[in-house]
């Protein structure tokens, strides 16, 4: 668990920096003001905790930490979740569920759904199965044991039902897959107007 939070706030301070309080106070004050400020790195360091606690048997706090995310940005992690270092939250109002593993440098835009598919003739516990570098368009609704591969792209209000291949783009109501020549890496913060 604490392995992961070095990671989760260096890239939690590279997407929400501070750059007034680096110039007047140094790096360490604006990696400080980035915690404090930033609800959504709040979220994912209360996960960790609650991932601990759990893992631990410590009861009811996985619990209260759960209902103080929700309370933070509108972010619930289940129980059986599974993040891998760097996850960019960037807005709250996510919910993930069931029996999801989200992969290192994920980035999930707001309103997103990702997790069990307990409609129709095929019930699942097991939710979606996210690869490194997964980017998460705003309101994309991921149900179901589906695999997205690396540097795999999730289109704005999509709901993806299928597998997405690696280095494509899954698009449109339901989900259809378009592929890409090269891949596509992960995303980057454009440095024009931090200043």
Avoid at 18 to 43: D, F, I, M
Avoid at 155 to 164: E, K, L, P, S, T
């Amino acid at each position: 668990m604490f392995e992961n939070v070095r990671e989760d706030i260096r890239i939690g301070v590279a997407w929400h920096s501070v750059p007034g309080v680096r110039r007047l106070l140094g790096e360490r004050a604006e990696t400080l003001a980035a915690v404090l400020l930033s609800n959504e790195l709040q979220v994912l360091l209360v996960y960790r905790f609650q991932a601990w606690a759990r893992a631990h048997g410590v009861p009811i706090i996985p619990f209260c930490c759960r209902r103080l995310t929700m309370v933070l940005a509108g972010v619930s992690i289940g129980d059986h979740v599974q993040v891998g270092p760097g996850l960019l939250l960037n807005h709250g109002h996510v919910i993930i569920d069931g029996e999801v593993t989200i992969g290192p440098d994920c980035s999930i835009s707001p309103f997103v759904t990702l997790g069990l598919n307990t409609g129709g003739p095929d019930v699942s516990l097991v939710g979606p199965k996210f690869g490194r570098f997964v980017f998460i368009g705003t309101g994309a609704k991921v149900l179901g044991p589906v695999t997205v591969g690396d540097n795999a792209r999730i289109g704005a209000n999509a709901v993806v039902m299928i597998d997405v291949p690696e280095n494509s783009t899954a698009v449109g109501v339901p989900a259809r897959i378009v592929s890409h020549e090269r891949p596509l890496g992960r995303a980057s913060r454009s440095d024009a107007g931090s200043n």
